[in-house]
């Protein structure tokens, strides 16, 4: 794998993650929403950096112990070289520590690629939100990671 450092995002990165945004969802998250994001202290906020490009991000809000993953991209050029796993596991990781027990994500039923290292995180399908996305309409895959026991 190529040099990737894995850093928390920065006001000075919201621009390229934003084109990034642009180029690979059809309803992108605008400059503010990222910005938002990132100025919250629950939330966490990731990208991946190599030669000085941001080819990743991934983020996450923290709410009531549980990390709900909003945004994991990893441009075109840079996929299938172990980016998208290496910048989650480093998000997940911190979100432990932080003292979350659990973490949820919704993706496309045909993201084969995503659901993937989803899975190979540790990540579990609980279910299908119907027509979820739009752009085209889309059911989504509920995932579920816990890292405690369920309490039954």
């Known amino acids: 794998m190529e040099c990737i450092i894995i850093r928390r995002m920065e006001a000075k990165d919201i621009t390229a993650v934003t084109s990034l945004e642009e180029k690979i969802f ?13 100025n919250r202290k629950d939330n966490i906020y990731l990208v991946a950096e190599s ?5 990743g991000y991934c983020g996450m809000w923290a709410v009531a112990g549980e990390g709900q993953i909003n ?12 980016i998208a796993y290496t910048i989650l596991k ?20 045909s993201n084969q690629p995503a659901i993937s290292v989803y899975q190979k ?12 996305y739009e752009a085209p309409v889309e059911d989504g895959m509920i995932m579920w990671l816990y890292t405690e026991p369920l309490l039954h």
């Open 26 to 38: 059809s309803l992108p998250w605008k400059r503010k929403d990222f910005e938002d994001s990132i």
């Open 51 to 55: 030669d000085c490009c941001i080819v």
């Open 71 to 82: 945004n994991v991209a990893v441009e075109e050029g840079s996929r299938h070289k172990g």
């Open 90 to 109: 480093e998000l997940l990781e911190i979100g432990i520590d932080q003292g979350l027990t659990a973490f949820t994500l919704e993706v496309r039923v």
């Open 121 to 132: 995180l540790g990540f579990r399908s609980e279910g299908v939100r119907k027509n979820f």
